[in-house]
Protein backbone atom coordinates (compact mmCIF):
# COMPACT_ATOMS: atom_id res chain seq x y z
CA UNK A 1 0.00 0.00 0.00
CA UNK A 2 1.72 3.06 -1.10
CA UNK A 3 2.03 5.39 1.85
CA UNK A 4 1.65 9.02 0.57
CA UNK A 5 3.01 12.60 1.63
CA UNK A 6 1.78 16.21 1.96
CA UNK A 7 2.38 18.64 -0.30
CA UNK A 8 3.93 22.06 1.52
CA UNK A 9 6.39 24.80 -0.05
CA UNK A 10 6.88 22.57 -2.79
CA UNK A 11 8.21 19.72 -0.68
CA UNK A 12 7.04 16.38 -0.50
CA UNK A 13 6.11 16.00 3.89
CA UNK A 14 5.20 13.80 6.66
CA UNK A 15 2.15 14.74 8.78
CA UNK A 16 3.30 16.77 11.86
CA UNK A 17 1.12 14.14 14.00
CA UNK A 18 3.40 11.33 12.47
CA UNK A 19 0.33 9.45 11.60
CA UNK A 20 -1.73 7.61 8.62
CA UNK A 21 -5.39 7.02 7.76
CA UNK A 22 -6.13 4.43 5.11
CA UNK A 23 -8.17 5.56 2.41
CA UNK A 24 -10.58 2.91 1.08
CA UNK A 25 -11.45 1.64 -2.12
CA UNK A 26 -15.19 1.21 -2.39
CA UNK A 27 -15.86 -1.26 -5.23
CA UNK A 28 -13.73 -3.79 -2.56
CA UNK A 29 -14.52 -1.78 0.94
CA UNK A 30 -10.65 -2.99 0.97
CA UNK A 31 -7.94 -0.21 2.21
CA UNK A 32 -5.46 0.62 -0.91
CA UNK A 33 -3.54 3.86 0.42
CA UNK A 34 -2.47 5.27 3.51
CA UNK A 35 -3.14 9.08 3.49
CA UNK A 36 -1.34 11.72 5.99
CA UNK A 37 -3.24 12.44 8.74
CA UNK A 38 -2.85 16.51 8.67
CA UNK A 39 -3.26 18.95 11.78
CA UNK A 40 -3.16 22.49 12.95
CA UNK A 41 0.86 22.38 12.40
CA UNK A 42 0.84 21.52 8.87
CA UNK A 43 -1.87 24.26 8.21
CA UNK A 44 0.12 26.84 9.69
CA UNK A 45 3.40 25.53 7.98
CA UNK A 46 1.55 25.45 4.60
CA UNK A 47 -0.11 28.73 5.26
CA UNK A 48 2.88 30.33 6.13
CA UNK A 49 4.43 28.93 2.81
CA UNK A 50 1.07 30.08 0.69
CA UNK A 51 1.93 33.60 2.18
CA UNK A 52 5.59 33.63 1.45
CA UNK A 53 4.91 32.81 -1.83
CA UNK A 54 2.02 35.22 -2.16
CA UNK A 55 4.36 38.22 -1.05
CA UNK A 56 7.53 36.63 -3.14
CA UNK A 57 8.02 34.41 -6.06
CA UNK A 58 4.46 34.47 -7.25
CA UNK A 59 4.25 38.14 -7.06
CA UNK A 60 7.24 39.00 -8.94
CA UNK A 61 5.50 36.81 -11.34
CA UNK A 62 4.08 38.62 -14.31
CA UNK A 63 0.25 38.12 -15.21
CA UNK A 64 1.66 36.62 -19.07
CA UNK A 65 4.37 34.14 -17.08
CA UNK A 66 1.82 33.26 -14.78
CA UNK A 67 -0.70 32.20 -17.51
CA UNK A 68 1.39 30.08 -19.21
CA UNK A 69 2.33 27.96 -16.14
CA UNK A 70 -1.41 27.55 -15.97
CA UNK A 71 -1.30 26.04 -19.56
CA UNK A 72 1.52 23.81 -18.77
CA UNK A 73 -0.39 22.69 -15.93
CA UNK A 74 -2.67 21.61 -18.36
CA UNK A 75 -0.89 20.28 -20.88
CA UNK A 76 0.71 18.21 -18.16
CA UNK A 77 -2.94 17.04 -16.37
CA UNK A 78 -3.70 15.99 -20.43
CA UNK A 79 -1.07 13.76 -20.42
CA UNK A 80 -1.43 12.32 -17.04
CA UNK A 81 -5.41 12.09 -17.33
CA UNK A 82 -5.92 8.07 -17.86
CA UNK A 83 -3.67 7.81 -14.42
CA UNK A 84 -5.41 9.95 -12.60
CA UNK A 85 -8.64 8.98 -13.82
CA UNK A 86 -7.41 5.25 -12.46
CA UNK A 87 -6.39 6.93 -8.80
CA UNK A 88 -9.86 8.74 -8.88
CA UNK A 89 -12.06 5.80 -9.78
CA UNK A 90 -10.10 3.14 -7.43
CA UNK A 91 -10.30 5.70 -4.57
CA UNK A 92 -14.06 7.53 -4.93
CA UNK A 93 -15.43 4.14 -7.04
CA UNK A 94 -16.58 6.52 -9.49
CA UNK A 95 -17.00 4.94 -13.31
CA UNK A 96 -13.43 5.09 -14.83
CA UNK A 97 -15.42 6.32 -18.42
CA UNK A 98 -16.94 9.51 -16.11
CA UNK A 99 -13.42 10.28 -13.79
CA UNK A 100 -11.56 9.83 -17.56
CA UNK A 101 -14.19 12.55 -19.14
CA UNK A 102 -13.68 14.48 -16.35
CA UNK A 103 -9.62 14.52 -16.61
CA UNK A 104 -9.63 14.89 -20.25
CA UNK A 105 -11.87 18.31 -19.69
CA UNK A 106 -9.98 19.67 -16.67
CA UNK A 107 -7.17 20.81 -18.72
CA UNK A 108 -9.80 23.23 -20.16
CA UNK A 109 -10.05 25.26 -16.96
CA UNK A 110 -6.33 25.48 -16.57
CA UNK A 111 -6.31 26.64 -20.50
CA UNK A 112 -9.35 29.79 -20.04
CA UNK A 113 -7.80 30.88 -16.93
CA UNK A 114 -4.53 30.73 -17.64
CA UNK A 115 -5.53 33.11 -20.74
CA UNK A 116 -7.36 35.01 -18.64
CA UNK A 117 -4.27 35.85 -15.99
CA UNK A 118 -3.19 38.62 -18.17
CA UNK A 119 -6.58 40.05 -19.21
CA UNK A 120 -7.61 41.28 -15.70
CA UNK A 121 -7.80 44.92 -16.23
CA UNK A 122 -8.58 48.05 -14.23
CA UNK A 123 -10.73 50.71 -15.25
CA UNK A 124 -10.24 55.06 -15.80
CA UNK A 125 -13.26 56.24 -14.23
CA UNK A 126 -14.05 59.81 -15.60
CA UNK A 127 -14.15 61.21 -12.16
CA UNK A 128 -16.84 64.48 -11.37
CA UNK A 129 -14.09 66.08 -9.66
CA UNK A 130 -12.04 68.29 -11.52
CA UNK A 131 -8.11 67.89 -11.41
CA UNK A 132 -8.13 63.98 -10.03
CA UNK A 133 -7.50 61.16 -12.07
CA UNK A 134 -8.92 58.07 -10.79
CA UNK A 135 -8.35 54.59 -11.88
CA UNK A 136 -9.11 50.83 -10.39
CA UNK A 137 -6.90 47.60 -9.82
CA UNK A 138 -8.00 44.23 -9.53
CA UNK A 139 -5.89 42.83 -7.42
CA UNK A 140 -5.55 38.80 -5.58
CA UNK A 141 -6.76 38.28 -2.39
CA UNK A 142 -4.07 36.67 -1.07
CA UNK A 143 -4.02 32.81 0.34
CA UNK A 144 -6.84 30.85 -0.71
CA UNK A 145 -8.13 28.03 0.79
CA UNK A 146 -9.58 25.76 -1.01
CA UNK A 147 -11.71 22.68 0.60
CA UNK A 148 -13.01 19.77 -1.70
CA UNK A 149 -15.61 17.17 -1.53
CA UNK A 150 -15.14 13.40 -2.45
CA UNK A 151 -17.68 13.12 -5.65
CA UNK A 152 -15.65 14.94 -8.51
CA UNK A 153 -12.56 15.82 -6.38
CA UNK A 154 -9.91 16.75 -9.09
CA UNK A 155 -12.65 19.14 -11.33
CA UNK A 156 -14.22 20.89 -8.65
CA UNK A 157 -10.36 21.51 -7.30
CA UNK A 158 -9.82 22.77 -10.46
CA UNK A 159 -13.04 24.99 -10.69
CA UNK A 160 -11.24 26.84 -7.48
CA UNK A 161 -7.69 26.44 -8.24
CA UNK A 162 -7.21 27.95 -11.86
CA UNK A 163 -9.55 31.21 -11.32
CA UNK A 164 -7.78 31.34 -7.96
CA UNK A 165 -4.29 31.41 -9.30
CA UNK A 166 -4.96 33.08 -12.59
CA UNK A 167 -5.65 35.77 -10.14
CA UNK A 168 -2.40 35.72 -8.62
CA UNK A 169 -3.52 34.34 -5.54
CA UNK A 170 -1.71 31.20 -4.01
CA UNK A 171 -3.61 28.20 -2.57
CA UNK A 172 -4.09 25.80 0.71
CA UNK A 173 -5.64 22.95 -0.52
CA UNK A 174 -7.33 20.67 1.80
CA UNK A 175 -9.26 17.56 -0.40
CA UNK A 176 -11.87 15.26 1.37
CA UNK A 177 -10.68 11.91 3.58
CA UNK A 178 -12.04 10.28 1.22
CA UNK A 179 -10.51 11.29 -1.98
CA UNK A 180 -7.34 12.62 -1.39
CA UNK A 181 -5.03 10.39 -2.86
CA UNK A 182 -5.86 11.70 -6.85
CA UNK A 183 -4.87 15.30 -5.58
CA UNK A 184 -1.33 14.20 -3.60
CA UNK A 185 -1.03 12.68 -7.29
CA UNK A 186 -1.57 15.99 -8.75
CA UNK A 187 0.37 17.57 -6.76
CA UNK A 188 4.11 16.36 -8.61
CA UNK A 189 2.56 18.13 -11.61
CA UNK A 190 2.86 21.80 -10.04
CA UNK A 191 6.23 21.11 -9.74
CA UNK A 192 6.66 19.91 -13.31
CA UNK A 193 5.19 22.71 -14.65
CA UNK A 194 7.42 25.26 -13.09
CA UNK A 195 4.97 26.58 -10.38
CA UNK A 196 7.58 28.39 -7.53
CA UNK A 197 7.29 26.20 -4.24
CA UNK A 198 4.58 27.59 -1.88
CA UNK A 199 2.11 28.42 -4.55
CA UNK A 200 0.44 25.46 -4.18
CA UNK A 201 0.08 23.25 -1.22
CA UNK A 202 -1.78 20.41 0.03
CA UNK A 203 -2.91 19.63 3.50
CA UNK A 204 -4.98 16.31 3.97
CA UNK A 205 -6.66 15.14 6.56
CA UNK A 206 -9.95 15.38 8.44
CA UNK A 207 -12.73 18.45 8.39
CA UNK A 208 -12.23 19.07 11.90
CA UNK A 209 -8.39 17.96 12.21
CA UNK A 210 -7.25 20.15 8.95
CA UNK A 211 -10.62 22.09 7.42
CA UNK A 212 -11.31 23.95 10.80
CA UNK A 213 -7.95 25.91 11.33
CA UNK A 214 -7.56 26.43 7.71
CA UNK A 215 -10.80 27.66 7.87
CA UNK A 216 -9.92 30.47 10.83
CA UNK A 217 -6.49 30.65 10.07
CA UNK A 218 -5.42 34.50 10.46
CA UNK A 219 -3.49 34.68 7.02
CA UNK A 220 -6.71 32.81 4.94
CA UNK A 221 -8.17 35.76 2.75
CA UNK A 222 -10.78 33.41 1.73
CA UNK A 223 -12.43 30.30 1.53
CA UNK A 224 -13.32 28.42 -1.42
CA UNK A 225 -15.80 25.65 0.05
CA UNK A 226 -17.38 22.42 -2.11
CA UNK A 227 -19.32 20.30 0.02
CA UNK A 228 -22.67 19.81 2.64
CA UNK A 229 -24.86 22.82 3.33
CA UNK A 230 -24.69 21.96 7.13
CA UNK A 231 -21.16 21.65 6.42
CA UNK A 232 -20.99 24.66 4.38
CA UNK A 233 -23.12 27.24 6.83
CA UNK A 234 -20.24 25.71 9.59
CA UNK A 235 -17.43 27.28 7.24
CA UNK A 236 -19.71 30.21 6.28
CA UNK A 237 -19.65 30.79 10.67
CA UNK A 238 -16.35 30.40 11.22
CA UNK A 239 -15.08 32.81 7.64
CA UNK A 240 -17.48 35.17 9.08
CA UNK A 241 -14.92 35.57 12.37
CA UNK A 242 -12.42 36.74 10.44
CA UNK A 243 -13.93 38.81 7.71
CA UNK A 244 -12.80 36.49 5.42
CA UNK A 245 -14.59 36.26 1.33
CA UNK A 246 -16.23 32.62 0.76
CA UNK A 247 -17.60 31.31 -1.95
CA UNK A 248 -19.79 28.54 -1.17
CA UNK A 249 -21.31 25.30 -3.30
CA UNK A 250 -23.37 22.97 -1.21
CA UNK A 251 -25.64 20.70 -3.78
CA UNK A 252 -28.99 20.76 -4.22
CA UNK A 253 -32.15 19.08 -4.67
CA UNK A 254 -33.31 19.72 -8.35
CA UNK A 255 -36.00 19.54 -10.01
CA UNK A 256 -36.42 18.04 -13.68
CA UNK A 257 -39.55 18.93 -14.92
CA UNK A 258 -40.51 17.13 -17.88
CA UNK A 259 -43.57 18.39 -19.43
CA UNK A 260 -46.60 16.59 -21.90
CA UNK A 261 -45.15 18.44 -25.25
CA UNK A 262 -41.52 17.21 -24.58
CA UNK A 263 -39.78 14.82 -26.84
CA UNK A 264 -40.71 11.62 -24.42
CA UNK A 265 -37.80 9.41 -25.36
CA UNK A 266 -34.77 12.32 -24.70
CA UNK A 267 -36.88 13.68 -21.24
CA UNK A 268 -36.55 9.64 -19.82
CA UNK A 269 -32.86 9.68 -21.14
CA UNK A 270 -32.42 13.17 -19.56
CA UNK A 271 -33.80 12.36 -16.05
CA UNK A 272 -32.34 8.69 -15.90
CA UNK A 273 -28.72 10.89 -16.41
CA UNK A 274 -29.50 13.26 -13.98
CA UNK A 275 -29.96 10.73 -10.95
CA UNK A 276 -28.09 7.91 -11.67
CA UNK A 277 -24.69 8.79 -13.84
CA UNK A 278 -22.40 9.24 -10.80
CA UNK A 279 -24.44 7.46 -8.66
CA UNK A 280 -26.94 10.38 -8.03
CA UNK A 281 -23.54 11.58 -6.22
CA UNK A 282 -23.59 14.73 -7.50
CA UNK A 283 -24.68 18.35 -6.28
CA UNK A 284 -26.57 18.66 -9.65
CA UNK A 285 -28.42 15.63 -9.41
CA UNK A 286 -31.88 15.58 -10.56
CA UNK A 287 -33.58 14.23 -7.47
CA UNK A 288 -36.77 15.51 -8.18
CA UNK A 289 -38.65 14.39 -11.20
CA UNK A 290 -42.03 16.37 -11.87
CA UNK A 291 -44.18 14.96 -14.37
CA UNK A 292 -46.77 16.78 -16.21
CA UNK A 293 -50.08 14.53 -15.20
CA UNK A 294 -51.12 14.06 -18.81
CA UNK A 295 -47.81 12.19 -19.37
CA UNK A 296 -47.12 10.92 -16.20
CA UNK A 297 -48.36 7.22 -15.92
CA UNK A 298 -46.60 6.41 -19.51
CA UNK A 299 -43.52 8.09 -19.02
CA UNK A 300 -42.98 6.23 -15.40
CA UNK A 301 -42.81 2.77 -17.53
CA UNK A 302 -40.56 4.51 -19.92
CA UNK A 303 -38.49 5.17 -17.14
CA UNK A 304 -38.32 2.17 -15.28
CA UNK A 305 -38.06 -0.05 -18.29
CA UNK A 306 -34.40 2.34 -18.96
CA UNK A 307 -33.33 2.22 -15.43
CA UNK A 308 -34.10 -1.32 -15.22
CA UNK A 309 -31.11 -2.13 -18.12
CA UNK A 310 -28.41 -0.57 -16.15
CA UNK A 311 -25.51 -2.41 -15.76
CA UNK A 312 -23.78 -2.15 -12.12
CA UNK A 313 -20.64 -3.14 -11.30
CA UNK A 314 -16.57 -2.26 -11.10
CA UNK A 315 -16.60 1.22 -11.81
CA UNK A 316 -13.26 0.13 -13.48
CA UNK A 317 -14.69 -1.62 -16.39
CA UNK A 318 -16.24 0.40 -19.33
CA UNK A 319 -19.17 -1.11 -19.43
CA UNK A 320 -20.10 -0.19 -16.12
CA UNK A 321 -22.98 2.20 -15.44
CA UNK A 322 -23.61 2.41 -12.06
CA UNK A 323 -20.99 2.55 -9.26
CA UNK A 324 -20.81 1.50 -5.52
CA UNK A 325 -21.36 4.57 -3.34
CA UNK A 326 -18.27 6.51 -2.07
CA UNK A 327 -18.09 6.31 1.75
CA UNK A 328 -19.89 3.80 3.77
CA UNK A 329 -21.23 6.65 5.87
CA UNK A 330 -22.88 7.61 2.34
CA UNK A 331 -24.07 3.83 2.12
CA UNK A 332 -26.06 3.76 5.15
CA UNK A 333 -27.37 7.28 4.91
CA UNK A 334 -28.69 6.35 1.12
CA UNK A 335 -30.73 3.52 2.62
CA UNK A 336 -31.61 5.35 5.97
CA UNK A 337 -33.64 7.72 2.97
CA UNK A 338 -34.85 4.78 1.17
CA UNK A 339 -36.30 3.08 4.90
CA UNK A 340 -37.78 7.07 5.88
CA UNK A 341 -39.74 7.72 2.23
CA UNK A 342 -41.34 3.96 2.95
CA UNK A 343 -42.40 4.77 5.84
CA UNK A 344 -44.03 7.87 4.93
CA UNK A 345 -45.51 6.21 2.27
CA UNK A 346 -43.89 6.88 -0.94
CA UNK A 347 -44.32 3.86 -3.35
CA UNK A 348 -41.10 2.09 -4.27
CA UNK A 349 -41.28 1.07 -8.07
CA UNK A 350 -37.97 -0.08 -8.83
CA UNK A 351 -35.08 -0.84 -6.61
CA UNK A 352 -35.13 0.09 -2.71
CA UNK A 353 -32.24 -1.83 -1.26
CA UNK A 354 -28.85 -2.38 -1.37
CA UNK A 355 -27.42 -4.05 -4.29
CA UNK A 356 -27.12 -7.88 -4.50
CA UNK A 357 -25.78 -8.61 -7.73
CA UNK A 358 -22.67 -10.93 -8.00
CA UNK A 359 -20.99 -7.98 -9.81
CA UNK A 360 -21.18 -5.58 -6.92
CA UNK A 361 -18.73 -7.90 -4.99
CA UNK A 362 -18.60 -6.37 -1.38
CA UNK A 363 -18.96 -2.82 -2.44
CA UNK A 364 -21.36 0.03 -0.86
CA UNK A 365 -24.10 -0.45 -4.10
CA UNK A 366 -27.50 0.95 -3.77
CA UNK A 367 -29.79 -0.53 -5.92
CA UNK A 368 -30.88 2.51 -8.60
CA UNK A 369 -34.36 3.51 -6.76
CA UNK A 370 -37.58 5.36 -8.15
CA UNK A 371 -40.42 6.32 -5.88
CA UNK A 372 -43.49 7.28 -7.59
CA UNK A 373 -46.47 9.10 -5.27
CA UNK A 374 -44.31 11.50 -3.48
CA UNK A 375 -46.03 13.99 -1.56
CA UNK A 376 -43.51 17.56 -1.85
CA UNK A 377 -44.12 17.61 1.84
CA UNK A 378 -41.87 14.16 2.44
CA UNK A 379 -38.29 14.36 3.46
CA UNK A 380 -37.12 12.40 0.17
CA UNK A 381 -38.73 15.31 -1.52
CA UNK A 382 -36.85 18.58 0.25
CA UNK A 383 -32.89 16.71 1.61
CA UNK A 384 -30.32 16.03 -0.52
CA UNK A 385 -29.83 12.10 -0.45
CA UNK A 386 -27.16 12.36 -2.57
CA UNK A 387 -27.36 8.54 -4.10
CA UNK A 388 -29.24 6.52 -7.28
CA UNK A 389 -32.93 7.53 -5.54
CA UNK A 390 -35.45 9.39 -7.60
CA UNK A 391 -38.66 10.83 -6.04
CA UNK A 392 -41.40 10.94 -9.02
CA UNK A 393 -43.95 14.05 -8.20
CA UNK A 394 -47.07 15.03 -10.44
CA UNK A 395 -47.89 18.38 -11.68
CA UNK A 396 -51.17 19.76 -13.69
CA UNK A 397 -49.73 23.08 -15.06
CA UNK A 398 -47.16 25.74 -15.47
CA UNK A 399 -47.80 27.19 -11.98
CA UNK A 400 -47.68 24.64 -10.01
CA UNK A 401 -44.47 23.20 -11.42
CA UNK A 402 -42.55 25.82 -10.87
CA UNK A 403 -44.17 26.11 -7.21
CA UNK A 404 -43.21 22.54 -6.54
CA UNK A 405 -39.96 23.27 -8.43
CA UNK A 406 -39.10 25.98 -6.55
CA UNK A 407 -40.68 24.97 -2.87
CA UNK A 408 -36.93 24.02 -2.02
CA UNK A 409 -34.30 25.46 0.09
CA UNK A 410 -31.87 24.93 -2.43
CA UNK A 411 -31.44 26.20 -5.67
CA UNK A 412 -28.41 24.80 -7.69
CA UNK A 413 -29.88 23.68 -10.96
CA UNK A 414 -33.43 22.49 -12.49
CA UNK A 415 -34.43 20.83 -15.83
CA UNK A 416 -37.02 21.40 -18.46
CA UNK A 417 -38.04 19.15 -21.36
CA UNK A 418 -40.27 20.53 -23.52
CA UNK A 419 -40.68 21.74 -27.38
CA UNK A 420 -42.17 25.10 -26.81
CA UNK A 421 -40.10 27.80 -26.92
CA UNK A 422 -42.18 30.15 -25.10
CA UNK A 423 -42.28 27.32 -22.05
CA UNK A 424 -38.86 27.14 -22.22
CA UNK A 425 -38.13 30.83 -21.89
CA UNK A 426 -40.82 31.13 -19.19
CA UNK A 427 -39.39 28.34 -16.88
CA UNK A 428 -35.84 29.76 -17.35
CA UNK A 429 -36.85 32.71 -16.23
CA UNK A 430 -39.61 31.73 -13.03
CA UNK A 431 -36.94 28.65 -11.78
CA UNK A 432 -35.04 29.91 -8.94
CA UNK A 433 -31.62 27.97 -9.58
CA UNK A 434 -28.38 29.37 -10.89
CA UNK A 435 -28.01 26.64 -13.38
CA UNK A 436 -31.28 25.61 -15.83
CA UNK A 437 -30.72 23.35 -18.59
CA UNK A 438 -33.47 22.93 -21.43
CA UNK A 439 -33.91 19.56 -23.05
CA UNK A 440 -30.71 18.80 -21.74
CA UNK A 441 -29.17 17.85 -18.54
CA UNK A 442 -25.24 17.38 -16.79
CA UNK A 443 -23.64 19.98 -18.63
CA UNK A 444 -20.68 22.19 -17.08
CA UNK A 445 -18.15 24.10 -19.19
CA UNK A 446 -15.27 26.23 -18.46
CA UNK A 447 -16.96 28.94 -19.91
CA UNK A 448 -19.98 28.93 -18.25
CA UNK A 449 -20.77 30.31 -14.62
CA UNK A 450 -21.98 27.91 -12.32
CA UNK A 451 -23.27 28.19 -8.92
CA UNK A 452 -26.75 27.99 -6.30
CA UNK A 453 -29.52 29.97 -5.60
CA UNK A 454 -30.54 30.07 -1.70
CA UNK A 455 -29.01 27.77 0.48
CA UNK A 456 -27.29 25.96 -2.93
CA UNK A 457 -24.58 28.31 -2.28
CA UNK A 458 -22.75 31.75 -2.21
CA UNK A 459 -20.61 32.87 -5.47
CA UNK A 460 -19.93 31.55 -9.02
CA UNK A 461 -16.95 28.88 -10.42
CA UNK A 462 -16.53 28.94 -13.51
CA UNK A 463 -16.50 31.33 -16.72
CA UNK A 464 -15.12 35.13 -16.55
CA UNK A 465 -17.60 35.29 -12.94
CA UNK A 466 -15.32 33.12 -11.59
CA UNK A 467 -12.41 35.00 -11.61
CA UNK A 468 -13.86 37.95 -9.85
CA UNK A 469 -14.26 35.82 -6.66
CA UNK A 470 -10.64 35.59 -6.42
CA UNK A 471 -10.18 39.65 -6.46
CA UNK A 472 -10.14 42.99 -4.92
CA UNK A 473 -10.82 46.31 -6.52
CA UNK A 474 -8.53 48.94 -5.59
CA UNK A 475 -9.37 52.93 -6.32
CA UNK A 476 -6.87 54.98 -6.65
CA UNK A 477 -7.00 58.62 -6.73
CA UNK A 478 -4.20 60.93 -8.27
CA UNK A 479 -4.50 65.13 -7.82
CA UNK A 480 -3.41 66.41 -10.33
CA UNK A 481 -4.30 70.03 -10.26
CA UNK A 482 -1.53 70.66 -7.66
CA UNK A 483 -4.16 72.80 -5.46
CA UNK A 484 -4.84 71.32 -2.34
CA UNK A 485 -8.71 72.56 -1.43
CA UNK A 486 -9.96 73.58 2.26
CA UNK A 487 -8.79 70.54 4.11
CA UNK A 488 -11.72 70.58 6.68
CA UNK A 489 -14.54 69.49 3.84
CA UNK A 490 -14.63 66.12 1.91
CA UNK A 491 -13.62 66.70 -1.78
O1 LIG B 1 -19.34 16.40 3.05
P1 LIG B 1 -18.63 17.56 3.83
P2 LIG B 1 -19.53 14.86 3.44
C1 LIG B 1 -23.41 16.56 0.56
C2 LIG B 1 -24.10 15.24 0.35
C3 LIG B 1 -23.44 14.36 1.36
C4 LIG B 1 -23.20 15.34 2.49
C5 LIG B 1 -22.12 14.92 3.46
O2 LIG B 1 -25.47 15.38 0.62
O3 LIG B 1 -24.27 13.33 1.76
O4 LIG B 1 -22.88 16.53 1.86
O5 LIG B 1 -20.93 14.60 2.75
C6 LIG B 1 -14.45 19.20 4.75
N1 LIG B 1 -14.34 22.65 8.55
N2 LIG B 1 -22.34 16.78 -0.39
O6 LIG B 1 -19.68 14.68 4.92
O7 LIG B 1 -18.51 17.28 5.27
C7 LIG B 1 -14.34 17.73 4.46
O8 LIG B 1 -13.20 17.19 5.08
C8 LIG B 1 -13.75 22.68 7.35
C9 LIG B 1 -22.64 17.66 -1.48
O9 LIG B 1 -18.48 14.12 2.80
O10 LIG B 1 -19.33 18.79 3.43
C10 LIG B 1 -14.31 17.75 2.95
O11 LIG B 1 -13.02 18.09 2.49
N3 LIG B 1 -13.86 21.69 6.44
C11 LIG B 1 -21.47 18.04 -2.23
C12 LIG B 1 -15.29 18.87 2.61
O12 LIG B 1 -15.40 19.65 3.79
C13 LIG B 1 -14.63 20.64 6.76
C14 LIG B 1 -20.32 17.16 -2.32
C15 LIG B 1 -16.69 18.38 2.22
O13 LIG B 1 -17.16 17.52 3.21
C16 LIG B 1 -15.29 20.55 8.01
C17 LIG B 1 -20.13 16.33 -1.15
C18 LIG B 1 -15.12 21.62 8.92
N4 LIG B 1 -15.72 21.63 10.12
C19 LIG B 1 -21.14 16.16 -0.26
N5 LIG B 1 -15.98 19.40 8.04
C20 LIG B 1 -21.65 18.90 -3.42
N6 LIG B 1 -21.93 20.20 -3.23
O14 LIG B 1 -21.50 18.45 -4.53
C21 LIG B 1 -15.76 18.77 6.87
N7 LIG B 1 -14.94 19.51 6.09
Known sequence: MKKYQMLINGARVDPATGAWFESVNPFTAQA????????????????????????????????TARGALLRRLGDLIAADADRLATIESTDNGKLFAEMRGQLNYIPQW??????????????????????????????????????????????????KLAPALAAGNTVVWKPSEFSSVSALEFGELFEKAGFPPGVVNIVTGYGNEVGEPLVTHPDVAKVAFTGGDRTGEQVYQMAARGIKHVTLELGGKSANIVFDDADLDSAVKGVVSGIFAATGQTCIAGSRALLHRPIHDAFVEKLLALAKTARMGNPLDLNTQVGPVTTQPQYNKVLDYIRVAKEEGAVCRLGGAA??????????????????????SMRIANEEVFGPVLSIIPFDDEDEAVR????????????????????????????????????????????????????????????????????????????????????????
Not at 110 to 126: M, Q, S
Not at 355 to 376: D, K, Q, Y
Not at 431 to 455: D, H, I, Q
Open 32 to 63: WAQVPRGSKDDIDRAVSAAKAAFYGDWRNLTA
Open 110 to 159: FYYFGGLADKIEGRVIPIDKPGVFNFTREEPLGVIAAITPWNSPLLLAAW
Open 355 to 376: ATRAECGSGWFVEPTIFTGVNP
Open 404 to 491: IANNTVYGLAAGVWTTSIRRALMMSERLEAGTVWVNTYRAVSYMSPFGGYKRSGIGRESGLDAVREYLQTKSVWIDISGNTPNPFVMR
